[in-house]
């Protein structure tokens, strides 16, 4: 039987309604398990209700701009503390790929994705986030009874106003993870190669300091009299999903009051607020070392050509925006007077091997020292 697919009126032609219907369209989401709003609809895949919102647009440089958000409640009930953004902190930075575990002050914890879209990228930004949606969908299903039970809360179980609850097997997403995303994460990555030297020439314009080859890169950003890090890292194998690229951008420590943790919880809630205008692809969480990190893992089966450098720019947008939370100084006063770690590295042992506190020589005493800087 043929299911009637609920198309979206947009009467002024707005680009973010124009994406919304795509999206919905391209999801192939059926009437009888949606509800529409002005500028939002929700829909039930089975179990759990994910609401994609776009907002009202709003001039940006050349182009009107809207904000893209795709939200699914998992788990409510959750008391909010320290232990519980720790809690969430560990998924977050060790199996997160594009959406993110953001507790909320009302106790529940909600999957989150948001990105901007205008005229020149309104195809593009529609099919991928597309994809992020089907994603959230599909690991709010997988894991909403592990965390619902981690964080001594209840799963947020959601039926339709007026069909009710889905007995059905589900929407065909639900299977996207193991019948698209798992298979190609099983070749080498497909982010490596090409791409990457292409976004790392373009680093080298925009970061204070960058450097890598074809499998990855670092470069760093201005913060606070130091620098954050941005890694890019093709070798990474995903737990769940496989090869990919994993993004991860490190913020110098100690630079927030809060634990990494509680500050990982915060700046998650910021991002998921709709009119803020960066592209909240990842999460935000306690990195490995304990350091303040925003993660993201883009699966083989996203890929596609140059959007490496889009990942990039997003991401150099990001160190910009939480260096401003902290550092109320000029952009032009940042620059100037912040100080890349591979700089420091390499001051601090030229100042010991000036001093004669060290050597490059491994034998001492047969070798003469020598200036290795010019």
């Known amino acids: 039987m043929k299911v009637e697919q609920h198309i979206f009126q947009a009467p002024h032609e707005e680009v973010g309604l124009r994406a919304l219907n795509d999206i919905y369209q391209r999801m192939q989401i059926e009437t009888e398990w949606s509800v529409r709003g002005d500028r939002s609809f929700s829909w039930w895949a089975k179990d759990f209700v994910q609401h994609i919102s776009v907002t009202e647009p709003v001039k940006s440089g050349d182009f009107l701009v809207s904000r893209l958000v795709a939200v699914t409640p998992i788990v409510e009930g959750v008391e909010v503390t320290e232990n519980a953004y720790h809690l969430l902190s560990v998924p977050n930075a060790y199996f997160g790929t594009l959406s993110a575990l953001v507790l909320g002050q009302d106790g529940v914890v909600r999957y989150v994705a948001a990105t901007t879209v205008h005229e020149q990228m309104l195809e593009f930004?529609?099919?991928?986030?597309?994809?992020?949606?089907?994603?959230?969908?599909?690991?709010?299903?997988?894991?909403?009874?592990?965390?619902?039970?981690?964080?001594?809360?209840?799963?947020?179980?959601?039926?339709?106003?007026?069909?009710?609850?889905?007995?059905?097997?589900?929407?065909?997403?639900?299977?996207?993870?193991?019948?698209?995303?798992?298979?190609?994460?099983?070749?080498?990555?497909?982010?490596?190669?090409p791409d990457m030297l292409d976004t790392l020439a373009l680093l080298e314009r925009y970061s204070m300091i960058a450097t890598g080859d074809e499998k990855g890169l670092v470069a760093e950003f201005p913060y606070q009299g130091f620098s954050s890090l941005l890694t890019f890292d093709t070798d990474r194998v995903h737990p769940q999903v496989g090869y990919g690229l994993h993004a991860s951008l490190k913020i110098p420590d100690n630079v927030f009051p809060q634990s990494a943790s509680v500050a990982a919880g915060l700046l998650n809630q910021m991002e998921a607020v709709p009119e803020l205008q960066t592209k909240f692809y990842g999460t935000w969480c306690a990195g490995p070392n304990g350091s303040l990190t925003f993660n993201a893992f883009y699966p083989n089966a996203l890929f596609h050509p140059g959007q490496s450098k889009n990942i990039a720019l997003a991401m150099a947008r990001r160190a910009e925006w939480v260096a401003c939370l902290t550092d109320k100084r000029s952009r032009e006063a940042r620059w100037k007077t912040a100080r890349s770690s591979i700089q420091a590295i390499v001051e601090d042992a030229t100042?010991?091997?000036?001093?004669?506190?060290?050597s490059f020589d491994e034998d001492h005493s047969h070798s003469k020292q020598q200036s290795w800087i010019n």
């Open 351 to 358: 100042n010991e091997h000036a001093r004669g506190k060290g």
């Open 125 to 193: 930004v529609s099919h991928f986030f597309s994809f992020i949606a089907a994603m959230q969908v599909t690991d709010a299903h997988i894991k909403a009874s592990f965390f619902a039970e981690m964080l001594k809360g209840r799963q947020a179980l959601s039926a339709h106003p007026t069909s009710g609850p889905r007995m059905d097997y589900g929407h065909d997403c639900l299977d996207i993870i193991e019948h698209l995303i798992v298979p190609h994460g099983k070749e080498p990555s497909a982010w490596a190669g």
